[in-house]
């Protein structure tokens, strides 16, 4: 069975960084895909960046996040740099098997349970 653990998430004034990391405990990671969604109460979940051998991001957050990826470590990393208040979520992280990066959360078969990440002003 997949399971993804996000961890990483806090509080951080605005302007300062976090790294959230997502680690898998799956067979082929370097198969998969790995996506980071957010949702903030309220809001409907968005995509915020994915993952396969290159890098696809949201246009908020380009220059500001980068993912990464660290396939003997079954590991995914994101990288938040210049954080806003607007960043403020829960951050999930999702897999896709033979994936191409797609943006559509229904496209994701397995979800860890989220790290929240608060950004104050």
């Known amino acids: 069975q997949v399971q993804l653990v996000e961890s990483g998430g806090g509080l951080v004034q605005a302007g300062g960084s976090l790294r959230l990391s997502c680690a898998a405990s799956v067979e082929a990671f370097s198969s998969y895909t790995i996506a980071w969604f957010r949702q903030a109460p309220g809001k409907e979940r968005e995509f915020v960046a994915a993952?396969?051998?290159?890098?696809v991001y949201r246009d908020s957050v380009k220059g500001r996040f980068t993912s990464s990826r660290d396939n003997a470590r079954n590991t995914v990393y994101l990288q938040m740099n210049s954080l806003k208040p607007e960043d403020t979520a829960a951050y999930y992280c999702?897999?896709?098997?033979w994936g191409a990066g797609s943006q559509d959360p229904s496209d994701y078969e397995y979800w860890g349970r989220g790290t929240q990440v608060t950004v104050s002003s």
């Open positions: 993952i396969k051998r290159g890098g």
């Open positions: 999702a897999g896709d098997q």
